[in-house]
């Protein structure tokens, strides 16, 4: 922001200040304005008054003459207004940005010299990478065997991060770094270490991510742990018991369930054959107090159908008594 000077010489003063810088938030490529007021604060009338930018900064271009001379203030208190526009590059840096001016003004005789700075901030878009997820192949390696370290990294924040590139420090032979480029907005990639494991124990090491964004380089730093084997553990063989063991104890399961429930049908056919005189003379009983005539033809179809039941619920009895 410009600083208002207000110097009176033999009755000379300007002064410059700026008005306004539109739009507030100037973004990574794009345009704005910046508006500044030439005003005479003095009593005498200066012959010239010129404004001049003086070597602003390479990523902000600037469509207006560098140096704009301002027609005559012919009274106190008068002013004239400068625009100029003026547009980020677009690998222009994100912070603050100064632009040094000069305001001159006086008769041919003599000049008066004042400098200014106008202050613009321009914003960014800030990357944020992390590790989305480790895969390590096989999980459980012996020593000697090749081992595949996969890293998959995210970038979460809103700008766009360039020049990824990872670097596991571990104590193998094989790659330590691989590059992935650019990671924009809402992005990830993988990275692939290979690697042969040649020493056998716990091993941690670290992992750094570097990067730069619109606000510069960035680093993350984590660590990865890695178990080598002396040799290879019998994982396969200790699953396959445990699900031979639950296989057998299912079948056992199965067997006492099945054998109550033949049980329980036997004893409820049972308790229908002991029970069934009962019922036949609670009916007959019933039946007998009231008059019912059937025809002989009647009274055979209804013998034939009992005896039927009768010799069905032997042959099911006998069926579960021999199993």
Known sequence: MITSVNALNAGYCVTAEVSDISPSSIGIGEEFTVGVQI????????EYVSFELLNPPTDITIKEPLVINISKLYYGNSERFITYHMKTTEDASPGTHVIKTRLSYGRSEFSIIKNYNIT?????????LSIASVKIDPVLPVKGETVELTLRIEN??????????VYADHPFQGLKQ??????DSDEDGPVVLTFIVDEVGEFEFPVTISYYDDFGDNEIKTNVSLNVLKKKSNIGGIIFAILILAAFGWGIYYFIKTKK????IIQQLLQGENSKPEKLEE???KTSKKPIKKSHKEKEEREKKERRMSEFKREILEKYKNK
């Open 39 to 46: 005003e005479n604060c003095g009593d005498e009338m200066p």
């Open 261 to 264: 429930s033949k049980d329980k």
């Open 120 to 128: 613009i901030e321009v914003i960014g878009d800030k990357a944020e």
């Open 283 to 285: 009916t007959t009983e």
């Open 156 to 165: 979460t924040g809103d700008g766009t991060a360039k020049s990824v590139s």
């Open 178 to 183: 691989s590059f992935i480029g650019a990671l």
